[in-house]
């Protein structure tokens, strides 16, 4: 373990990156805004109470005549350091046009302000709020799918998880997106596919010791759901699309869970992305319009079959 294994090194280093994000984040959201032209979204911003503070929130509307469409809660990445919804505007507004739902990217708590498990905890806040104030918001939180990219997709695996504990609300479909689900290996532990992965050791110390400072901690089933600790029962839990790009540094642990979900009913789907690394469709436009579109394809069909249900 390096010095960046000591918790205060790595807050210190992690409010470090976090000042230095509006430095690069001008361009990060041209390139974003750049993608997928032919969908330029119809956005508001909305702030969400919780109980660790009002989260803010950018709702994408699906263009047509549709008056309540479903509702998608989407996490974005960043190794529960940093902030950046806009990285995820293309995704936003691709799955707000082809899967015909309103998105609500949420701009959650971060560590190392809010350390492990508020993160969490305040997303799953979020999630009961869109499942509760759809009549008012202009969207129907009876059919309610999440998902996430990265440290998103974990979000988005704790929060369904708290849904299955706490009786609900009903979600429809977990889109996982190359997620961390097993925190307690070290970056450095996990094999890399290839010579230099996005994924370096040196990140995967700061994240983790930023977000989650106690290591017994670590095994919680809401960081570590693919991680040995964790042996529950998931029967109930909601349906999965679990996406592992090929050298990913974490596709070990994301095949282990799509294995759990599937012995418990809930997977729909494990798509594995070839050739890819971590944040593949950061860059890789063709790649992202593919799976952006099975990710809509699943999203479209989980909230169809939720109408159908309420119906019958």
């Known amino acids: 373990m390096s010095v960046l294994g000591a918790p205060p090194v790595a807050a210190t280093l992690a409010r470090v990156m976090q000042g230095l994000h509006p430095l690069g984040s001008v361009v990060l959201r041209r390139r974003a805004e750049a993608k997928f032209p032919e969908f330029p979204g119809d956005t508001r911003e909305i702030a969400v109470p919780t109980a660790v503070g009002p989260a ?15 509702a998608h809660v989407n996490f974005h990445g960043g190794g529960y350091v940093m902030r950046g919804i806009e990285l995820d505007d ?14 609500v990217n949420v701009d959650y708590a971060v560590a190392p302000r809010h ?29 309610l799918t999440v998902g996430g990219q990265s440290a998103g997709g974990g979000i988005a695996a704790a929060v369904a998880r708290l849904a299955l504990e706490h009786g609900g609300p009903a979600i429809a479909l977990q889109v996982l997106h190359y997620p961390p689900l097993d925190l307690t290996v070290p970056a450095a532990g996990k094999p ?14 700061i994240f983790d010791n930023a977000y989650v400072p106690d290591r017994a901690a670590r095994a919680d089933r ?19 699309l679990v996406i592992t790009p090929e050298y990913d540094r974490l596709h070990a642990e994301g095949l282990r869970y799509a294995r759990r979900l599937r012995a418990a009913g809930a997977l729909r789907e494990h798509h594995d992305v070839p050739r890819a690394d971590h944040a593949y469709d950061m ?3 063709d790649q992202a319009r593919t ?19 309420e119906e019958s």
């Open 56 to 70: 803010r929130a950018v709702v994408y509307r699906p263009a047509g005549p549709a008056a309540n469409p479903p």
């Open 222 to 240: 809401l960081a570590s759901p693919a991680g040995p600790a964790d042996t529950a029962d998931l029967t109930g839990i909601a349906p999965a």
């Open 283 to 285: 860059n890789d436009i």
């Open 115 to 143: 350390r492990f498990p508020a993160p969490p905890h305040q997303a799953f806040d979020v999630v009961r709020w869109v499942a509760a104030h759809g009549g008012e918001q202009g969207w129907d939180g009876t059919r």
């Open 90 to 103: 293309p995704l936003c507004r691709y799955l707000a046009a082809e899967a015909g739902v309103a998105v």
């Open 192 to 205: 890399a596919a290839i010579p230099k992965p996005l994924l370096r050791p040196w990140m995967g110390e």
């Open 291 to 309: 799976n952006y579109a099975l990710i809509a394809r699943h999203i479209r069909t989980a909230t169809t079959t939720a109408t159908t249900r």
